[in-house]
């Protein structure tokens, strides 16, 4: 009967792991390309309107994206999480939170599948906007190579 019982609770260990979301391995596999017209913010960093790639970088036990400007200057690393879209996207897009004119980095989906990257940490003035009780407004901005 013990044998039966450690049977069953190691099968029972095995679904439940294999059935939890893997909150440290966002799906993005390829670099993604984006021009973004407008300044946004990701991880405090303030960027402005140009031509960007995103990123993954393998790290140990977390999920870090890199974006960094086409000329390399500015470049910032963050934590990301998986997120799941509600449709299926037929082009790259990134979703940003509006706040006023300000405009953050919120998630980022690849073309043609539902699982891409949340940003984990909003930044500090993010943050404070929502502790104002300012209300923000999401858009998505596609993306076509």
């Known amino acids: 009967m013990y044998r039966l019982f450690r049977l069953a609770a190691a099968f029972a260990t095995v679904v ?27 991880n405090n960093t303030a960027l402005p309107p140009g031509k960007y790639t995103f990123h993954m970088i393998q790290q140990t036990g977390e999920a870090v994206m890199r974006v960094s400007s086409a000329d390399g200057r500015i470049a910032t690393d963050f ?15 990134l979703v940003f939170n509006r706040y006023g004119g300000k405009e953050f980095l919120a998630r980022i989906y690849e073309s043609g599948t ?19 009780g300012q209300t923000g407004t999401t858009h998505t901005e596609e993306q076509t190579r």
């Not at 998986?82 to 299926?88: A, G, R, T, V």
């Not at 539902?114 to 104002?132: C, D, F, P, T």
């Open 16 to 42: 439940v792991l294999v059935a939890l979301p893997r909150s440290s391995q966002a799906q993005i596999t390829e670099n993604i390309v984006a021009s973004i017209s407008h300044s946004f913010i990701v």
């Open 79 to 93: 934590l990301v999480r998986d997120s799941i879209n509600d449709h299926l996207p037929q082009h790259t897009e």
């Open 114 to 132: 539902k699982i891409g990257a949340s940003v984990v940490n909003v930044s500090r003035e993010e943050a404070s906007l929502k502790n104002q």
